[in-house]
């Protein structure tokens, strides 16, 4: 089974192909440019701009692909490129996997997104904007998605424990956030859900989110 990890440049994108590659699935890293550090994981890389690419040659780069794995999003000092990255990008995508009739797709969004009212709060908020209209086109696309709404992400140890629920600790490794993204790969009980993921106590095993409808 192939995996595209997109946004494998990023320090939560290869973490996650790194974990998934870890566990025995081939991975190739989405990277808008071949980075050294890609190739010392011995990863294949497939060049993927979101920007100035089309869905036709997002498509291309797809071939022989089974899962997505959008990861990639605007640099917090650069939220204005929020439209092109995370809805733009994210939709092309979507309509690129669509295309080479991929079904599964799993997004990284943010916890916070999925309310309006909470988007002043945030020093970014286009990017909540952003993730917020890009999950409700993933919801709508027919795939079979799920979407994952980290909070702060740290670069701490992996605690291997989460919440879907906020207990007053608003945040969450990156290798934990990989390790939930393996369980949502391996788990079809985690098909047409979306959850915001926080530090807790329960084993990232054991972590059943309800289902969407």
């Known amino acids: 089974m192939k995996i595209l990890v997109i946004g494998a440049n990023g320090r939560t994108g290869i973490q996650i192909a ?9 991975v190739i890293a989405g990277v808008h440019s071949h980075m050294d550090y890609i190739k010392k994981l011995n990863l294949e890389s ?8 089309t869905v ?5 780069q797809m071939q022989g692909i089974d899962i997505i794995v959008f990861a ?3 640099p917090q000092t650069q939220p204005e490129l929020a439209t092109w990255i995370d ?6 995508t979507m309509q690129a ?3 080479n009739n991929i079904e599964r797709f799993i997004m990284l969004s943010a ?3 999925e309310n309006r009212s909470d988007w002043d709060i945030y020093d970014t908020p286009e990017l909540y904007l952003a993730k917020y209209y890009a999950e409700d086109f993933l919801k709508k696309s027919n795939l079979a998605y799920t979407i994952i709404r980290p909070s702060i992400l740290t670069d701490d140890i992996p605690r291997d424990k989460v919440s879907l629920t906020d207990h007053g600790d608003p945040r969450v490794s990156r290798n934990d956030v990989a390790s939930v993204v393996f369980q949502a790969i391996e788990n079809p009980h985690f098909i047409h859900t979306s959850f915001n993921l926080y530090r807790g106590q329960t084993d990232i095993d054991k972590v059943i989110p309800a289902q969407d409808f």
């Open 72 to 74: 990639s999003t605007a």
């Open 46 to 53: 497939r060049r993927i701009d979101l920007i100035d690419m």
């Open 97 to 99: 996997a669509k295309k």
């Open 18 to 26: 790194s974990t998934l590659k870890n566990s025995g699935y081939t």
């Open 111 to 113: 916890a916070g997104a």
């Open 87 to 92: 809805l733009d990008g994210a939709v092309k």
């Open 56 to 60: 036709d040659q997002i498509a291309q």
